[in-house]
């Protein structure tokens, strides 16, 4: 089983009861191994309280594996800096695949990560303020916009519309929007804004668009993106 939370592309998060469920579930088939991408844990809003399953189930530990990294949380995106913790058996496999493929991480690139692990969080706070008000801002225009709809995202910095609304209509310039992949297309086109179909993440029809940009350009993002659905027909 493989588990995001807060996840990507929607923002979604996993309360600590809906991991006791899934634990439940799992204890009921030993076979099973479990993986959790726990990328956006330090990405939470509206007093969102973070877990994740070896939490909650310790007793799954022995067929869990935890990854998580240094590039969201910390903005480190370009140190390519990812670890993960579960049983010794599986990780000395991997450990022996990386060493016969990238060798390591440079040196350079674990102490940076090490410091931001280990040196102060309170960055988190304002930063995730700020992630907020984007957020919220960005989600109000889609929901406005005739033809999309999205829910409220817990956690990561993605909103996933719901562009069904779109679906067999033509837009502005012409195009048809036959599915998702199209609505993306014309948006780009049309609009000059670049989100990524649901097509892509088995959700169809859908788009995520981030809002981890300056606050200018998300503003006219949501602009022209309210100005593309008002066009459609």
């Given at each position: 089983?493989?588990?995001?939370?807060?996840?990507?592309?929607?923002?979604?998060?996993?309360?600590?009861?809906?991991?006791?469920?899934?634990?439940?579930?799992?204890?009921?088939?030993?076979?099973?191994?479990?993986?959790?991408?726990?990328?956006?844990?330090?990405?939470?809003?509206?007093?969102?309280?973070?877990?994740?399953?070896?939490?909650?189930?310790?007793?799954?530990?022995?067929?869990?594996?935890?990854?998580?990294?240094?590039?969201?949380?910390?903005?480190?995106?370009?140190?390519?800096?990812?670890?993960?913790?579960?049983?010794?058996?599986?990780?000395?496999?991997?450990?022996?695949?990386?060493?016969?493929?990238?060798?390591?991480?440079?040196?350079?690139?674990?102490?940076?990560s090490v410091a931001a692990l280990n040196g102060p969080h309170d960055f988190l706070i304002p930063r995730n303020a700020a992630f907020k008000k984007r957020r919220?801002?960005?989600?109000?225009?889609?929901?406005?916009?005739?033809?999309?709809?999205?829910?409220?995202?817990?956690?990561?910095?993605?909103?996933?519309?719901?562009?069904?609304?779109?679906?067999?209509?033509?837009?502005?310039?012409?195009?048809?929007?036959?599915?998702?992949?199209?609505?993306?297309?014309?948006?780009?086109?049309?609009?000059?804004?670049?989100?990524v179909p649901g097509t892509a993440f088995g959700a169809a029809p859908g788009f995520r668009l981030s809002y981890a940009t300056d606050d200018a350009a998300l503003e006219e993002a949501g602009q022209r993106i309210a100005t593309f659905c008002q066009g459609a027909r």
């Open positions: 089983m493989l588990l995001n939370s807060p996840s990507n592309p929607t923002g979604a998060a996993y309360t600590a009861e809906d991991l006791k469920g899934l634990a439940e579930v799992l204890r009921a088939h030993p076979h099973a191994l479990i993986l959790t991408d726990d990328m956006y844990e330090h990405i939470v809003y509206d007093d969102f309280k973070f877990a994740t399953i070896a939490e909650v189930a310790p007793d799954l530990y022995d067929r869990t594996l935890t990854m998580n990294g240094v590039s969201k949380a910390y903005a480190m995106t370009g140190w390519r800096i990812g670890y993960a913790a579960g049983p010794e058996k599986l990780i000395k496999a991997m450990a022996k695949v990386m060493s016969q493929t990238t060798s390591n991480p440079c040196s350079v690139s674990q102490w940076a919220d801002s960005m989600l109000a225009k889609i929901n406005a916009a005739p033809g999309l709809t999205a829910p409220t995202p817990e956690g990561a910095f993605y909103i996933f519309a719901d562009c069904a609304g779109l679906i067999g209509k033509t837009s502005a310039g012409g195009m048809a929007l036959s599915d998702d992949l199209a609505v993306c297309e014309a948006l780009l086109t049309e609009a000059h804004v670049a989100v």
